[in-house]
Every structure is written in C-alpha cells, then in structure tokens.
C-alpha cells in the first residue's frame, strides 16, 4: 500500500535548485499529498543540502547534453530556475533541457517468452480448444493490467501525457530593456538591450516552439530584482556605492523570494501554456529610493547620490546595466489568472515585518 501510494504521487523536477528552488521546495512540503521532488544538479557536494530539505538529488549538467537523459520521463512537472550561460546570444542550457524532456526513454528488453507447453498444470494433454473453455476460465486468462489502475490515476495519465511535462520557466524583465518609465504588461514587446537579455529571450522563444510543437507546456515568468531577508542590497550600502540623483534614477520592481516561489507553484497548475506572466509586486519604486527604505529599516547611512554622467565613469559596468533601464510592471494577469494575493504586496509590506534597529 505504501509503495502504490509513492507511485501515485506527482513528480515534480527542479532545475537549478537554488534559494528560489529550496523554497518551492519548502512550500512543496507542507502541502498535503506532498509530491516527490527531484532536483538536478553538478556539484556533489550540494547532495546534501538537497536530500535534508526534501528533494532527490539527480546528477545531471545542463553544459552536457549526455549527462541528461535520465531526465525524460521522470516528472510531469519541470521548474526551470537555471539561468543561461554566460557567454553568446543563444540560451544553449535550454534547448538541451527541451531535448532530454521530449526524448523518449527506453523500454526495458521484453523477457523472451518460454514455449507454450501441451500438457496443464496437473500433467494432463491441454487439447481443449479455446470455444470450449467456459466463460469463467476464459476471464481468468485475460489481463488484468487496467482493472487495477484507479480512474483518478489514468485521469492523471491523460493530462500529463509521457514526454510533454509542463514547464514552468523563470525569465526576467530585463527582456524588455528601457522603458523610459512607462508602466508595461506582458504585451509589450521584447527589446533587450544587453546579452544576458538576449539569451533569455532566446530560451523564451525555444520554450514557444516546444510549446507549439507539442513536446511540453511552458509557461513564462518574467522575474524583477527579488528582494527577502539574505537578499537585501545591505552590502552595498555598507560599501558607499552610489545611487542616482532623482532626476536621473530610474524605476525598479520587486518581488519577495517567497512570493516568486508561490507564484511558479501556480503557474505549474494554473498557468496557460506559451503565456507570459509578470512575477512582479505592486511597488513603483525608483532604484534610490528602494536602498534608501533598506538603509532606514536597519539603521544604515543612505547611499550617497551622484549624477549619471559620474556614474558612468565610476561605476562597474554590470551595475550600470541596472541603471540604464527604467520600468513599471503590470501584474493585473498574476492576480486575475492565477488568482495570487501576495504575502508581501510591496517592499514596505517586508520591512515593516523586520524588527526595529536604532
């Protein structure tokens, strides 16, 4: 009884499970009828961390198509949380995930059949003809395979399909690049403006075309800057590293990891395949103002501000690509599809929540 209600549990498989991965794994496990969840991964020395939050490491690298094959079949339901490479236009950790999904497994080798015996089990000569057996010895002989599969099991069977599992990928809004501030929804069109952009475009497009193909159901999150308790900018703050001034700042979104991590769950069983979807709060914050909020919660000097012409000359490039877009998110598909009430509806929601500091 226990092993045929193992085998009846979903199957969920985690790529890139790291802290937004180890948190759909929290969530996963206080759930009733939790599922088995599967996390691949290329460090072994992560094993363990895996196996002590619930998940079943599976060794495996995106970088090696090879190291990937006992991936199909093994869960109906894929998070892909790894981001792509860091080089090139094209996300090529993507296109070898959507091979090894929709790669058919191996059936094992059929036992070759012994000769049918003349003779019955008690020794005597089987010449009866088949029309002769009675309807109850007939019965007897049929298979009985299906007669012991629950309606609910092959109900399950028929909407997750072998080789097409729903996907559910984490993208970024940084595939739009800047929009001078405008407030955008999903419809807006993708322009990114650097090649760690590009290449998430990309995956997003790879993603598509499966979808239409029919070896998988995507479904799209576009992710802004994710923000919790060990994810804050208090490094920076303690560093001095500038922000700029108001005139020149730009607008940032947010979204709490937790909140992310509820929202894939729900995309997983509520999302529309090949749609896009903003995992984004409700905050309109500008970029300063959001280190400022941070520096006041725990007591520390604001950044300092200085004008973009400085800030070009003075700052790494990497943190100047943050600085060189501006955008507002609509989520109005996250709360009228998926039907999600944030825990933490804007960043202010989060600090109020963090024990005062002098």
């Not at 991936?71 to 894929?78: H, R």
């Amino acid at each position: 009884m226990i092993a045929t209600r193992t085998l009846r549990r979903a199957r969920i498989l985690i790529v890139g499970c790291g802290d937004i991965g180890l948190r759909c794994v929290a969530q996963l496990q206080a759930r009733r009828g939790r599922p088995r969840i599967f996390a691949l991964t290329r460090r072994p020395e992560q094993t363990g961390t895996l196996r002590a939050a619930g998940a079943v490491p599976v060794a495996g690298d995106l970088d090696v198509r090879a190291r990937l094959a006992r991936l199909a079949g093994l869960a109906s339901v894929v998070l892909h949380l790894a981001p792509p490479a860091k080089d090139g236009d094209d996300d090529l950790r993507t296109r070898r995930l959507i091979a090894a999904l929709k790669a058919r497994r191996r059936s094992p080798a059929r036992p070759a059949q012994s000769r049918p015996s003349n003779r019955t089990a008690g020794g005597a000569p089987a010449h009866a003809p088949r029309s002769a057996m009675s309807p109850v010895s007939a019965r007897a002989l049929r298979p009985k395979a299906l007669s012991i599969v629950p309606e609910r099991t092959r109900r399950a069977a028929r909407a997750h399909p072998a080789g097409r599992p729903t996907l559910v990928y984490a993208s970024t809004t940084g595939v739009y690049g800047d929009c001078g501030g405008a407030r955008i929804d999903e419809t807006h069109p993708a322009r990114p403006a650097n090649a760690r952009a590009k290449r998430r475009v990309a995956a997003e497009r790879q993603l598509r075309r499966a979808t239409a193909r029919g070896a998988l159901k995507a479904i799209i999150a576009r992710i802004p800057g994710i923000y919790a308790a060990n994810r804050l900018p208090l490094a920076r703050l303690e560093r001095r590293t500038p922000a700029l001034v108001e005139r020149d700042d730009v607008y940032t979104c947010h979204i709490h990891a937790d909140d992310l991590a509820a929202i894939l769950l729900r995309l997983a069983t509520h999302g529309r395949p090949a749609r896009v979807v903003h995992a984004s709060d409700d905050s309109e914050l500008k970029m300063g103002d959001y280190f400022d909020r941070v520096a006041d919660a725990f007591g520390l000097a604001r950044a300092p501000r200085i004008g973009r012409e400085q800030a070009e000359r003075e700052l790494d490039p990497t943190l100047l690509s943050f600085m060189r877009e501006s955008r507002r998110l609509a989520n109005a598909r996250l709360k009228r599809e998926l039907g999600m009430r944030l825990r933490y509806p804007d960043v202010d929601a989060f600090l109020r929540t963090l024990p005062p500091h002098p």
